[in-house]
C-alpha cells in the first residue's frame, strides 16, 4: 500500500511500522489448535474433601484463605488481577450470595476464615497478609495462592489461573445455561449490564447454583456423611 503511495523502501520499513505490524504478524503465524482443559469438577471435588477439615476446624487460617480466594475467582468470573483490584479499590463490586451446597460456598468459606481467625473481616482484608501485617498481597503471591489449591486438586501445573475463568465459562455452557446469563454473569458485553439492571432481580442466581453442582455425586456424598 505504501509503495503505490510513492514510499520508498527505507520510508516503509521502519522500526516504528515493524513494531505496530508486530502483533497481527505474530497472530497470523499462531496455530490454532484445540487445547485440552481441565474440569471444574476436579476443582470442586478436592474443595469437597477440604470441606470435611473445614468443618472440624483443622485448616489453618492460610489454608481457608486460599480457597476463599480460588472460590471468589469461580463464582465472580474475575481474573485475579481484577479481583484483586475489586476487593482493594472498590472499583468493582461483586455480589456473592449462599449456595445450598456449603462445601463449595464461598461465603461459608468467608465465614469459617472469620471465625478462625476470631475477629470480623471484609473481603478487603482477605488479600492482607494478616492481621498484624496490613501489608497487601501482590498479584504474584495471590496467584501463588491460587495455584497451590489448583495443583493440590491434581490440575496440571502448565495451567494458570486465568483459566478457572474459562472452565467457569465452560462449565456454565455445559449446563445448557443461555448466552444472556452466561454474558450477564461473566459481564462479556454491555447489553448484560442492561439486562442485569432493567430486567434480572434475581441477578445470576441460577449460574451460582449451577456452579455449585459442578461436583462429583461420589465427593458430595461423602462429605455429607
Not at 476443582?43 to 471468589?72: C, M, P, Q, W
Not at 459481564?187 to 462429583?216: F, G, M, Q
Amino acid at each position: 500500500m505504501f509503495e503505490l503511495m510513492g514510499r520508498e523502501e527505507k520510508e516503509i520499513r521502519n522500526k516504528v511500522i515493524e513494531q505496530l505490524m508486530l502483533k497481527p504478524v505474530t497472530n497470523i503465524r499462531k496455530v490454532i489448535r484445540e487445547v485440552i482443559i481441565w474440569k471444574m469438577e476436579q476443582l470442586h471435588d478436592y474443595i469437597v474433601k477440604l470441606s470435611v477439615e473445614r468443618d472440624k476446624g483443622s485448616l489453618a487460617v492460610n489454608e481457608l484463605r486460599r480457597v476463599v480466594i480460588t472460590e471468589f475467582m469461580v463464582y465472580s468470573v474475575l481474573r485475579l488481577s481484577e479481583l484483586q483490584r475489586a476487593m482493594l479499590n472498590r472499583k468493582c463490586r461483586i455480589t456473592l450470595k449462599v449456595v445450598t451446597n456449603r462445601t463449595v460456598c464461598p461465603i461459608t468459606w468467608f465465614q469459617a476464615r472469620n471465625g478462625k481467625r476470631k475477629i470480623n473481616t471484609t473481603d478487603k482484608d482477605l488479600l492482607r497478609t494478616n492481621s498484624e501485617n496490613k501489608r497487601s498481597l501482590t498479584p504474584e503471591e495471590c496467584s501463588k495462592e491460587v495455584h497451590i489449591v489448583m495443583n493440590s486438586a491434581g490440575i496440571d501445573k502448565r495451567h494458570s489461573v486465568t483459566t478457572i475463568r474459562k472452565v467457569a465459562i465452560s462449565a456454565m455452557q455445559n449446563k445448557n445455561k443461555t448466552k444472556i446469563e452466561i454474558d450477564r454473569w461473566s459481564r462479556h458485553s454491555e447489553s448484560a449490564d442492561t439486562t442485569r439492571e432493567n430486567y434480572d432481580v434475581n441477578n445470576n442466581d441460577s449460574i451460582r447454583k449451577a456452579l455449585s453442582e459442578c461436583v462429583s455425586t461420589r465427593e458430595e456424598s461423602n462429605a455429607s456423611e
